[in-house]
């Protein structure tokens, strides 16, 4: 990450993983860990979304303190029915002690999206996978035919990073 000092440690990466892993888990079809959203966000907690690192890592203590409460285990460590009950939880802002639980839970549920579905330069959607899962071409270079509402059986093109960014 350009030398930054990485926003999060490694136990609450390993939360954060857990976590984007049941919001958008893998089938026969990879889920967000696969696809690269944790990188994604930890890139943009080090950068544009510097500013909710704070609320990131107090959420993902929270998530293992009501893990610890509800299951006595912390929340890497539960099943997928658990942590699904703890994000519920968190959804509804049903977290005894912690009233930001909602806006914790609908903050990451978009970064985990974003972190799917972006443009890959931006340290997310890797080879492209979450546009192939859901058919989008990316940019493509011009098109011989209207494509809107249609399905587009083309590959994916990723937009060039701007000039004088690094990744």
């Known amino acids: 990450m350009n030398g930054k000092k990485k926003p999060l440690n490694v136990s609450e990466r390993r939360v954060l993983a857990a976590a984007a892993d049941r919001i958008f888990p893998a089938t026969d079809t990879p889920g967000a860990v696969e696809i690269g959203a944790v990188d994604y966000i930890e890139i943009a907690l080090a950068g544009a979304y510097a500013a909710l690192a704070p609320l990131y890592r107090s959420g993902l203590r929270a998530l293992n303190r009501h893990a610890k ?21 968190f959804e509804s802002g049903g977290v005894p002690g912690w ?32 546009w192939r899962l859901v058919g989008f071409p990316g940019q493509q270079f011009g098109y011989t035919d209207a494509f809107i509402n249609r399905r587009v ?14 990744k």
Not at 69 to 89: H, T, Y
Not at 153 to 166: F, I, N, Q, R, T
């Open 69 to 89: 409460a509800k299951f006595s285990a912390p929340f890497a460590a539960l099943s997928g029915e658990q942590k699904d009950s703890v994000l519920r939880d």
């Open 99 to 130: 009233k930001k639980a909602a806006e914790f839970f609908e903050t990451l549920r978009y970064h985990v999206l974003e972190g799917v579905l972006c443009e890959p330069q931006y340290g997310g959607n890797n080879e492209m996978s979450g």
């Open 153 to 166: 059986d083309l590959e994916p093109v990723a937009g060039e990073e701007p000039e004088g960014e690094g």
